[in-house]
């Protein structure tokens, strides 16, 4: 009788278990395959050192997106290679949009035409674009010179002598000198001196060891410069007295040059993960946080959501290919 009982109930035991493992796998199919995002910090990567404009503006919209999100954000420098070794290491990482870059025009779509890097145009999977500011040409604070006419005698009374900064070759600061450059004929009489970033070329500038630069508004925020020409098609409100480079001489298509960025995970991305993020970068640009920087720096916002900024950016792949011809790249 004992072992009747003590066998009914083992076989009760593996009944219930046997329920239990049921129910178990049940659950586990009914829950959802993608966790709720974000669950942890998402990674921002700047492709240049600390203190560039790049680096600025993504600092700038870090906090507005970040609480957009739910979540929390933070700014990751990478520098080197004119943004392709930030950019390379994006295109290699999970596609799960906890690591995101903010990549500009040059280093999505120019330098992968110009160098042999592990990343193309389909390479990723664009969020949104953020901004889209011209170019200026800068000189030292303390410069007598007043205009681009000033800079062309100026490297003429010293063929070889003047130097112009960047933060890597085929960057936008790059472009921007041999745009005025080559504009002003005087290519071959002033020198290029490459930098790891927008911030350190500005070291070499308050130490006199370059005279010339070109960057966004943006570095005004930071930087004692005087700006001489901006690559627009009109004047800046926030600078009525700064001449256009088509005004200073220099003729299409070397007149206007535009730096516009966003944030690109790599290809593969849920959709539901880019949609998240998409809104989110929506809600930041709009912000009002965001948009006080933008307007204390002179960024022009041009927020476009993931299918329009995927578009914009295929198209402008295939566009600058003129610009890399133009700047004998």
Not at 60 to 89: D, I, Y
Not at 105 to 123: G, H, L, R
Not at 222 to 238: G, H, Q
């Amino acid at each position: 009788m004992l072992m009747r009982k003590s066998l009914h109930r083992r076989s009760s035991l593996r009944h219930s278990l046997s329920l239990l493992g049921a129910m178990a796998a049940t659950i586990a199919l009914a829950a959802p395959v993608h966790a709720e995002f974000p669950e942890k910090p998402v990674t921002l990567i700047a492709p240049f050192n600390a203190g560039g404009g790049t680096d600025l503006l993504l600092r700038g919209f870090q906090a507005p997106f970040a609480e957009a999100l739910g979540g929390k954000a933070v700014v990751q420098n990478m520098a080197g290679g004119s943004g392709t070794v930030a950019a390379s290491h994006l295109a290699g990482v999970d596609a799960d949009g906890y690591t995101l870059g903010y990549l500009s025009v040059t280093v999505s779509t120019i330098q992968p035409q110009i160098k042999n890097v592990p990343y193309d145009a389909d390479s990723w999977s664009p969020i949104c674009s953020v901004a889209a500011s011209p170019t200026l040409f800068y000189a030292r604070a303390d410069s007598d010179l007043e205009n681009l006419a000033d800079v062309k005698a100026a490297v003429e009374e010293k063929p070889g002598e003047l130097l112009y900064g960047s933060s890597g070759p085929g960057a936008i600061t790059h472009l921007t000198m041999v745009s005025a450059m080559s504009g002003l004929g005087i290519m071959d009489q002033v020198k290029h001196l490459p930098h790891e970033g927008s911030g350190p070329a500005m070291k070499s500038m308050a130490g006199g060891i370059i005279q010339f630069f070109g960057d966004t508004e943006v570095l005004l925020s930071s930087y004692e410069l005087k700006p001489l020409a901006v690559f627009a098609d009109e004047r800046l409100a926030s600078l009525p007295d700064v001449q256009t480079a088509a005004e200073a001489g220099i003729e299409p298509p070397l007149n206007e040059l535009y730096l516009w960025g966003g944030l690109f995970a790599p290809t593969g991305l849920p959709d539901e993960v880019r949609d998240t993020l998409s809104a989110a970068c929506a809600a930041a640009v709009e912000s009002d946080a965001f948009e006080e920087f933008a307007a204390s720096t002179g960024t022009v916002i041009a927020y476009r959501d993931a299918a329009e900024f995927e578009e914009f950016f295929r198209s402008q792949y295939d566009a600058n290919q003129a610009l890399i011809d133009a700047a004998g790249l």
